[in-house]
């Protein structure tokens, strides 16, 4: 995959969000700074710099309607950044964390946006037009270790999770006030604030990244045990699959269509994986040039159903073809 331009932002960039016409991007140069750069004549420059955390800031997102920038940070704040004239101006986010904050994700109707912790919580953020802020209510007791990332389902009401428990959880984050009735939804008929819907624990290792589909009918996520899962059917009864690849870990995913995912990770080369007509999921191609060798990518896939909660056998996890399940298998 040939690189249309190359230029060096900084040594290190913790985190980054595109403005929704992509002229623009903003960054963390692995400081307490957020750096946001236009593209100006073919050529990147400095617009602007974001001057309000204290610590490393660990997570932004640029809303695609409302033109806003949230970001958040090891100190534990947030703030949500309007543009007024030629300035961005940070408005409070009232967060109440002990711990860092290390993801962040608007909502679909960007009326929300949800926070993941170190201290095992994920804050969802509403704003409040009286106090001028963003306060936030918190789902508490629900994660055994730090959340490493948010998704929203399209809904803007369901809200799924990963975690370094090695799990991957679904709420409801209805809000009394800030939704309506006919977005409810979930596995009953009146499903309250950080209810949780569904909890999988495919994984043996950290889960990471983790993205709804279009449609919001299947989910995806990562382990740090170089699988792949994809879920349907989200409920008391969900069906899984999971795909296992010889190479490094993936980090995030992202949905390109409802039958096409990429991951990205410590292989620095994005993988594709695509369903077939029957829906079973598999490894496709590098999107990168890549020589093949004898300890190329191997990937098996395999279906599982009523993954809700429990430890999973080798035998479930790994792929059915020799070569893939012998290399799954002696990574456990």
């Known amino acids: 995959m040939a690189a249309v331009a190359v230029h060096q932002f900084a040594q290190c960039i913790t985190c980054h969000a595109w403005s929704p016409d992509h002229s623009m991007v903003a960054f963390c140069p692995n400081n307490n700074e957020v750096h946001i750069y236009k593209l100006v004549n073919d050529k990147w420059e400095k617009v602007h710099v974001l001057q309000k955390h204290d610590q490393i800031v660990s997570g932004i997102d640029w809303s695609g309607k409302s033109n806003r920038i949230v970001s958040v940070s090891h100190d534990r704040n947030s703030y949500v950044w309007n543009r007024e004239g030629p300035e961005w101006v940070p408005t409070l986010v009232i967060l109440r964390l002990n711990r860092a904050a290390l993801c962040v994700r608007w909502s679909p109707k960007e009326n929300k946006f949800a926070v993941g912790s170190g201290a095992k919580t994920v804050c969802v953020c509403y704003y409040e037009q009286e106090n001028n802020w963003w306060v936030s209510k918190v789902i508490r007791k629900k994660h055994d270790s730090s959340v490493t990332s948010v998704a929203w389902h399209p809904n803007n009401i369901l809200l799924a999770t990963t975690s370094t428990d090695g799990k991957c959880r679904v709420f409801s984050t209805f809000i009394k006030g800030v939704d309506t009735r006919?977005?409810?939804?979930?596995?009953?008929?009146?499903?309250?604030?950080?209810?949780?819907?569904?909890?999988?624990?495919?994984?043996?290792?950290?889960?990471?990244?983790?993205?709804?589909?279009?449609?919001?009918?299947?989910?995806?996520?990562?382990?740090?045990?170089?699988?792949?899962?994809?879920?349907?059917?989200?409920?008391?009864?969900?069906?899984?699959?999971?795909?296992?690849?010889?190479?490094?870990?993936?980090?995030?995913?992202?949905?390109?269509?409802?039958?096409?995912?990429?991951?990205?990770?410590?292989?620095?080369?994005?993988?594709?994986?695509?369903?077939?007509?029957?829906?079973?999921?598999?490894?496709?191609?590098?999107?990168?040039?890549?020589?093949?060798?004898?300890?190329?990518?191997?990937?098996?896939?395999?279906?599982?159903?009523?993954?809700?909660?429990?430890?999973?056998?080798?035998?479930?996890?790994?792929?059915?073809?020799?070569?893939?399940?012998?290399?799954?298998?002696?990574?456990?």
């Open 182 to 332: 006919e977005s409810k939804t979930g596995s009953s008929s009146d499903p309250k604030f950080g209810e949780q819907i569904v909890q999988l624990d495919l994984s043996s290792s950290w889960a990471f990244g983790v993205k709804w589909s279009p449609s919001g009918n299947t989910l995806a996520y990562v382990g740090h045990n170089s699988m792949i899962y994809f879920v349907d059917d989200i409920g008391p009864s969900p069906l899984a699959q999971n795909v296992a690849f010889r190479n490094l870990p993936l980090r995030d995913v992202l949905f390109v269509s409802e039958k096409m995912v990429i991951g990205v990770g410590f292989d620095c080369n994005p993988m594709v994986f695509a369903a077939d007509k029957s829906g079973l999921w598999s490894f496709i191609r590098f999107l990168g040039e890549r020589k093949e060798s004898l300890s190329g990518p191997k990937s098996g896939s395999q279906k599982q159903s009523s993954l809700g909660t429990g430890k999973k056998t080798v035998e479930s996890l790994c792929p059915n073809d020799t070569s893939s399940s012998q290399s799954c298998r002696e990574r456990f």
